[in-house]
Every structure is written in C-alpha cells, then in structure tokens.
C-alpha cells in the first residue's frame, strides 16, 4: 500500500483545552499548539493551571495519540492511499490497521514535540521547556531546552505561551466559540437538542446566557464527533 502526504504549510491551530485520555479512563486536559513549519508539524502542549487530573508527562501517549487525530481532523495533514495488487487478497479490518500505522508512522517521524510548564504551575523547574524525543519502541526522553534555544531552531516560531491562556481555560464560552465547536465536530443546535431530550428553543436559550452553570459548557467540550447515529 502505497501512502501520499499533504503537509499544510503555514497550519496553526491551539486547542485549549485538548481533551486525552487519562488515567483510569477518565478526561484529561491540556493545552495545544499544532503548526507546520518547514515540511515539520511541531506539537506545543502545555500544561493547564487549576488542572489537577493526568498530567501531561504522565498521559504522554494518550496526549499524543489525541494530537495526532486533531491534526488530522483540522486538516493540517491529508492523507490518501492507493492499494496495491497483494492488497486485494487482505480484509478491510487488515488495511484499515495498516494504513492507520502507517499514518502514525509518518507523523511521528515527521514531527517535533514540546512540553511546557509554566513557573506558575512548577516553580521547582530549573527549565519550563523539553523536547521530547522516542525510541524505536516508543519510549520517550526529555531534554531540557530554553526558550532562547527554541527561538533559535526556529527562529521565526513563537513558543511563549502567556499565563491567561493556561489559566482562564475555562471560562464560559461565548455564543461564538460554542457554535465553533459544534460546527467543528459537526453537530447543529438541532441535532444536539435531539440528544440531549431539550427543545431547540430551550438549547438556544441556555447557550444565549452567560450566567449559565459551568456544565453546559463542559457537555459541548465533551460532545463526540458527529456520526449520524442519532438520526436512526
């Protein structure tokens, strides 16, 4: 199977919070920072404050393996395939497997990953940023690098990450960033309220107030990519 890559030069896109997995299956939080720059995509994940799940060192992979599919999703990278002759004789299930790994594969090999904590959060840090690097399989290693030592690999990236954006993560929502996010993950005000059991009218209501309690903002957060299966 013969794989082609489409890196989008010039991508930015942050997510805060990006939701992981943590630990015991619960939903961890951080921040990202996804460009690509030079043929390279350079993650930036940063450490929440007034966070006290996973840590983002801690729930490494799974903060990863979120990374690598919101990067697919905001469409910083494409990918399409084309089957070979041996290709005709595997199952469905086989090639799904084999192009996903190889996407993963491609990625990995193809990208820059940084870790940051603010002093705010560990003032015990000698050195607030670390590149981390992986083995063959898979295993990760941190070396500590200023910023000043950033700016120089890539000079013309920013890499500071200002307090509020790790702070304030979260704050209401405004109507605008909760009609970004559901048309993001592809749902309408509509169909939400279908799967909440509310009318479209009561919905519109609750996200129009600012004063609303905090967990309607958390169920657009955690709202699943929009399948169609709530149209059956």
């Known amino acids: 199977m013969k794989i082609d890559v489409r890196l989008v030069e010039g991508f930015d896109k942050t997510h805060v919070p990006l939701a992981f997995r943590a630990f015991w299956n619960d939903e961890g939080l951080c921040y990202l920072r996804t460009r690509v720059h030079d043929g390279k995509i350079i993650f930036l994940c940063a450490q929440l404050m007034n966070y006290y799940n996973t840590s983002i060192t801690n729930g490494l992979e799974s903060v990863r393996h979120s990374a690598f599919s919101q ?5 910083g990278a494409t990918f399409t395939r084309q089957k070979s002759f041996f290709d005709k004789f595997k199952s469905a299930d086989r090639i799904d497997k084999k192009f996903e790994n190889e ?5 990995e090999q193809n990208s820059v990953w940084i870790e940051y904590y603010p002093p705010e959060f560990a003032s015990w840090l000698t050195c607030n940023y670390s590149l981390v690097s992986f083995d063959g399989d898979g295993t990760p ?8 030592l950033l700016q120089h690999d890539f000079p013309t990236l920013d890499f500071s990450i ?13 109507i605008g ?10 749902w309408t005000m509509g169909k939400i309220a279908k799967r909440w059991g509310i009318t479209p009218r009561h919905i519109s209501r609750v996200f129009n107030d600012i004063s609303r309690e905090k967990h309607w903002d958390d169920a657009v957060r955690g709202l699943p990519d929009y399948n169609g299966d709530d149209d059956k």
């Not at 990067?71 to 469409?75: A, E, H, T």
């Open 71 to 75: 990067l697919i999703k905001d469409g």
């Open 103 to 107: 996407v993963i594969s491609y990625i």
């Open 141 to 148: 290693r941190w070396k500590h690098r200023p910023l000043a």
């Open 162 to 174: 200002g307090i509020e954006e790790l702070t304030y993560w979260d704050k209401t929502l405004s």
């Open 177 to 186: 960033e909760i009609k970004e996010l559901i048309k993001a993950k592809n």
